[in-house]
């Protein structure tokens, strides 16, 4: 009577067993590892495209082929000579004044050339007379070596007694040099000449 219980008891114990084995091997086999990674194959970068960089002598043969200057010098009014006067005893006839100098750079027949334009006012004063002016200016392009080009002109202005301030503009376009790439600069201003002896 006692054998039969220890039986059943042992057939669970022995079934029990079998199941949790059964889902031991479940739980492993269905666990998904998957193959190892498949090292990348590197991936050749292409080469980006670049303009190709003209060297300096290029760049210089077509800048003159297009007329383009590679280097235009400075403008600049010289110390001293931007302003000029007249006066009827101690009452101001007239004064004109530069306030602006501006050049632009050309190649022309193989040569520099500049062009500059000077600007100015010029104000009445209460001694002023109405009259034209013939106002000095001189332009001059000085280099390492010492003056490549000077010139005076001369620009006609009017002044009206009890007037008001006009502006002018003078334009040299008559200067011609040999190419630089630097140490030249453009002076502007008026040139009255030697001063006046008493």
């Known amino acids: 009577m006692h054998t039969v219980p220890a039986i059943r008891s042992l057939l669970v114990a022995l079934f029990a067993a079998s199941l949790a084995a059964c889902n031991t091997m479940d739980r492993v086999q269905n666990t998904?590892?998957?193959p190892p990674a498949a090292a990348s194959e590197p991936v050749a970068a292409e080469p980006s495209a670049t303009p190709d960089q003209p060297d300096d002598a290029s760049a210089g043969m077509a800048?003159?082929?297009?007329?383009?200057?590679?280097?235009?010098?400075?403008?600049?009014?010289?110390?001293?000579?931007?302003?000029?006067q007249e006066k009827d005893g101690d009452a101001l006839d007239y004064q004109a004044v530069i306030v602006n100098a501006k050049r632009d750079c050309r190649i022309v027949g193989g040569k520099l050339k500049i062009t500059v334009g000077v600007e100015g006012r010029l104000m009445p004063g209460r001694a002023a007379k109405s009259r034209t002016l013939q106002l000095p200016i001189r332009v001059a392009v000085v280099g390492q070596e010492g003056v490549i080009y000077s010139n005076l002109g001369k620009i006609s202005v009017s002044v009206e007694k009890?007037?008001?301030?006009?502006?002018?503009?003078?334009?040299?376009?008559?200067?011609?040099?040999?190419?630089?790439?630097?140490?030249v600069i453009v002076y502007t201003g008026f040139d009255e000449g030697p001063p006046k002896q008493n």
């Open 32 to 34: 998904d590892l998957g």
């Open 162 to 183: 009890g007037g008001t301030a006009r502006s002018f503009r003078y334009v040299e376009d008559n200067i011609l040099i040999a190419p630089v790439i630097g140490g």
């Open 63 to 84: 800048a003159a082929q297009r007329g383009e200057a590679r280097f235009c010098p400075q403008a600049s009014i010289r110390e001293g000579t931007s302003t000029i």
